[in-house]
């Protein structure tokens, strides 16, 4: 199964400030600007690509605390996946729209593959790290706003060895976000 | 003055490796590939926008480590200008070709202006970090090398606030480096 990473960062590389905190990346850039068809700079495209999605828990947390209106949520009816050792049930804003998992994320892929799913869209700090040690990561989209936070959570974490992208894609958007594509080689 | 920075990148945002190695930086890619008129990445035209240059002290040592001859000096007549607070004078083989400076930042950007210097290259992650919360650096130039290193020495460092960064330009290579630009806003 494809797994693939579509996320933001500033262009210092974080996913969140030290509070976890993603309110500049709405306020960051030209939001003046005329987006064309660009306007959401390739997410439905992408969304459209994926049939699942696994995400850690302090993603589902963060998604938990927006409070998400039936016509505010993002995610259509896209099965998703929480990975979590400790907490066993979603909040209660969750319910029904997300199922929780624990243990090996190789079983969890096979067993995603087994059901007929074909691209995972993987989300989350933590998690996309994890995901990228154990070679399961096939894509990163990077959409990098247009912003120096001088620290945060950062996207990426410690690997395994040096890891080798290629087929590298780029655009620069009339807001001033660039968005950067790669396909991911371990050998 | 105009103050600039030209610098690759792995992909996570280090220019180099713990150990100071940068050898990832010209094995990273594809090496194999046509670039045609873009072979130097931008390099040429970029020195060629400068008239003066300014690095750390570091920078000076790992250029000093190649013992380059007078036909590999990619400097031509530039002139060099090498912050320590410490080393006095350069090693023998940079001897008549940098300027040793130690004190504040801002009057030394004051003297070059004042001898009609018009745009230095700021260089070195040290270096560039501390100009970056002067306020000093204009316009940010970025090769990200396609390649994930996992840990080495960032680019980016803690920031005074959160800095806008505006005009983005973006290119892939052909050989799958992406080079991004910016300019640099401080309100």
Known sequence: ??????????????????DGSVDWLHTAGNPEVNMGNDADMGMNEYMSSIDCMIMGRKS????????LTPEQWPYGDTKIIVLSNTVKEPPANMKGKVEMYSGDL??????????GFKHAYIDGGTTIQ???NLKLINEITITRTPILLGEGKPLFGKTFKDIKLEQAKAVAFPNDFIQVKYTVNYL
């Open 60 to 67: 589902m947390d963060m998604i938990s605390s927006m409070n």
């Open 1 to 18: 199964m494809k797994c693939s990473v579509f996320i933001a960062t500033s262009v210092d590389g974080f996913i969140a400030k030290e």
């Open 106 to 115: 190789q079983t969890l892929i096979s067993r995603l593959e087994n059901k």
């Open 130 to 132: 994890q995901f990228i």
